[in-house]
């Protein structure tokens, strides 16, 4: 089985803290992702990392960024978090059989 | 501009009868379709896939319906069983690419 673990289930930050999320997958997948979940708007992809040290923005990337210095680990950070980064945060890996992304469990996060 | 659309929000179904959740899409390049199934506080799962090159994928209880015509994708689910309430999202990826879009979602509850 696919384990993506996310290191908190729950964060609470105050507006323009550095925020770091935190993600490992232990199935040797090359490629991982950050989405938020929003209520209305579905799943949004943030960041795209296709190997290590490798980087894609997504469709919101603005005020967020990534780092992937080892092939299992896929860092989320939020450089001066801000109360409309209050949101779901999903991360993700990717088989290369059929595209299948299977996802971590969430962080929620509120930024007072 | 919402390239995967989902255009009912919840959908409420007896236990027993038949469920179908729907899906349009716009991006004619798409030719990849998942259905992911999300409990509250948990992450995503995969359930089911199709590829263009097929109008129907059957999985137990779970079969998904493509009519690339009308760019338009269902999950049938019968019989719908209460541990069938989640919200459901629908996703598409073109040939070749990493990244899923995401629809909205729809919830679904099943009503004993």
């Known amino acids: 089985d696919v384990k993506v673990t996310q290191s908190s289930r729950y964060l609470v930050k105050r507006t323009g803290e550095k925020v770091f999320l935190e993600c490992v997958q232990d199935?040797?997948?090359?490629?991982m992702f950050w989405y938020r979940q929003d209520p209305g708007l579905g799943l949004r992809l943030i960041y795209f990392s296709y190997d290590v040290k490798m980087k894609e923005k997504g469709d919101i990337p603005e005020g967020y960024s990534v780092s992937r210095e080892k092939k299992e680990r896929f860092s989320l950070i939020l450089e001066s978090a801000s109360t409309n980064q209050t949101s779901m945060y999903l991360c993700?890996?990717?088989?290369?059989?059929?595209?299948?992304?299977?996802f971590g469990a969430g962080t929620r996060l509120s930024v007072l | 501009d919402q390239q995967v659309k989902q255009n009912s929000p919840s959908l409420s179904v007896q236990e027993g009868r038949i469920s179908i959740l729907n899906c349009d899409y716009t991006?004619?390049?798409?030719?990849?379709f998942l259905w992911y199934k999300k409990y509250p506080a948990e992450g995503p799962t995969f359930l089911i896939s199709i590829s263009s090159i097929k109008d129907k994928n059957e999985d137990g209880r779970f079969t998904v319906f493509l009519n690339k015509s009308a760019k338009h994708l269902s999950l049938h689910i019968v019989p719908s069983q209460p541990g069938d309430s989640a919200v459901y999202f629908c996703?598409?990826?073109?040939?070749?690419?990493?990244?899923?879009?995401f629809g909205t979602g729809t919830r679904l509850t099943i009503i004993p």
């Open positions: 996703a598409a990826s073109p040939f070749g690419n990493e990244k899923l879009t």
């Open positions: 993700a890996s990717r088989t290369g059989a059929k595209n299948i992304q299977y």
């Open positions: 199935m040797d997948h090359e490629n």
């Open positions: 991006n004619s390049m798409f030719d990849y």
